[in-house]
């Protein structure tokens, strides 16, 4: 069963930093490319970051290049998302997912960040 | 950047009915269309990739449709759980962007 689990969502301040981290089992992690997509509260979904199955190719929202990084640890079947200089604007439930190719197969229940002062 | 206006915004049917969901795209997109579904407090589900290709365990009652710049998600018959919120995607180009939604509510 492929199961995603995201961790390290929370409370910071304007111009703050945190790093969630996508714990990923039930299927070969080095195979695929994953994603972040994230959702403003009462709002639709909006694509983050996407990274290729070795890290060698990422795509960036243009509003978060420079300050998000993604990446990913295929030995310990982990995604990740450095964000830095965080906005107010950035303040959304930040989902993981596996792109099957194309598409966004299975997702995680989400971390919230909550930007504010 | 490609676009994507779902319509109608909301849509208000019953149970038994047949919804007809649109998605246009500001320029051709080839298939590259994805239809997900998601409800309140939950993650989103995938529906339907590639345009109108089910994925796993959906049920038959979804179809999607179209090629270029105008989609289609089809609800065959409305069962209650089905009225939710509704989004597309494209996957033709970078930056991967969305719809703003489509509502589906019991009349």
């Known amino acids: 069963e492929v199961q995603l689990v995201e961790s390290g969502g929370g409370l910071v301040q304007p111009g703050g930093s945190l790093r969630l981290s996508c714990a990923a089992s039930g299927f070969t992690f080095s195979n695929y490319w994953m994603s972040w997509v994230r959702q403003a509260p009462g709002k639709g979904l909006e694509w983050v970051a996407n990274?290729?199955?070795?890290?060698?190719?990422?795509y960036y929202l243009d509003s978060v290049k420079g300050r998000f990084t993604i990446s990913k640890d295929n030995a310990k079947n982990s995604l990740y998302l450095q964000m830095n200089d965080l906005r107010v604007g950035d303040t959304a439930v930040y989902y993981c997912?596996?792109?099957?190719?194309?598409?966004?197969?299975?997702w995680g229940q989400g971390a919230l960040v909550t930007v504010s002062s | 950047e490609i676009v994507l206006t779902q319509s109608p915004a909301t849509l208000s049917l019953s149970p038994g009915e047949r919804a007809t969901l649109s998605c246009r795209a500001s320029q051709n997109i080839g298939d590259y269309l994805v239809w997900y579904q998601q409800k309140p407090g939950q993650a989103p589900r995938l529906l339907i990739y590639n345009a109108f290709f089910r994925a796993t365990g959906i049920p038959a009652r979804f179809s999607g449709s179209g090629s270029g710049t105008d989609f289609t998600l089809t609800i065959s018959s409305l069962e209650p759980e089905d009225f939710v919120n509704y989004y597309c995607?494209?996957?033709?180009?970078?930056?991967?962007?969305f719809g703003q939604g489509t509502r589906l509510e019991i009349k």
């Open positions: 995607q494209q996957r033709s180009d970078w930056p991967i962007t």
């Open positions: 997912a596996k792109d099957r190719g194309r598409a966004d197969d299975y």
């Open positions: 990274i290729k199955q070795d890290g060698s190719e990422k």
